[in-house]
């Protein structure tokens, strides 16, 4: 098997894309894809080589580095609101709304959707409710960057979907996010939580630099860091 498809247990693959990861998740009668990477453009061959189920994808968000296979599937499943950001990047494809507490049932392995707006406005977590597993997307990382600037993100939204994520944290016992460490303890959420609070206070110094031809402000948590807009 390729080094970079790690096999997690019998029905579920983490798939490592030089920076992103992506995740298959196979239940007894369906498999889901969850982001098509960054690099690669062959996304749904690696996943047809893992398992014969029937395929679909679902974007936590339509950042360039979750959407690069897009273009293999006709549909796929996304939050609504992350349509003009999808429109922007020049992919194709019919979007399949989901919204929070939708769910996605693969067969006997049910998939809940958690809407966590403020990296995007449709950023979205999956909650592999028998696993007791979230696939947290961007919105939740480790020993990473989180990304914060630019127009459509928002720290305000972003603190308030932390809190909303809060009140699931007796349904999940480790995180799986699409960048940086993986897995990683649910307390790192509130971690989070109190650091982004107070970069909007203040109370954390910024590093300005430049990423991109942009010039934004670095806010390093220690564990983690904020790159916000200037």
């Known amino acids: 098997m390729n080094d970079n498809i790690i096999k997690i247990n019998e029905n579920t693959w983490r798939i490592e894309d030089g920076g992103v990861r992506l995740f298959l998740l196979a239940g007894e009668e369906k498999a889901l894809l969850i982001d098509s990477g960054m690099n690669m453009n062959n996304a749904r061959d690696i996943a047809a080589e893992l398992t014969s189920l029937p395929l679909s994808l679902l974007n936590t968000h339509a950042d360039r580095d979750h959407i690069g296979s897009n273009d293999q599937f006709e549909t796929f499943y996304m939050h609504p ?5 999808y429109r922007r990047s020049g992919k194709s494809g019919t979007i399949l709304p989901v919204v929070e507490g939708d769910t996605l049932d693969l067969g006997n392995r049910e998939l809940r959707i958690i809407h966590l707006p403020g990296h995007t406005p449709g950023s979205i977590a999956v909650l592999d409710v028998q696993n007791r597993v979230l696939i947290s997307g961007d919105p939740i990382q480790e020993h990473g960057h989180i990304f914060m600037f630019g127009e459509h ?8 979907s932390l809190e909303h994520l809060e009140t699931f944290a007796d349904q999940f016992d480790e995180i799986w996010p699409s960048h940086a460490d993986c897995p990683i303890r649910p307390d790192v959420i509130r971690r989070l939580h109190d650091g982004a609070e107070k970069i909007l206070a203040g109370e954390i110094p910024g590093k300005p630099t430049e990423i991109h031809g942009l010039q934004i402000v670095v806010y390093d948590l220690g564990f983690c860091a904020f790159l916000c807009g200037d």
Do not use: G, P, S
């Not at 993100?153 to 308030?160: S, V």
């Open 153 to 160: 993100r928002n720290m305000k939204d972003y603190i308030a």
């Open 81 to 85: 609101a992350e349509e003009a950001n």
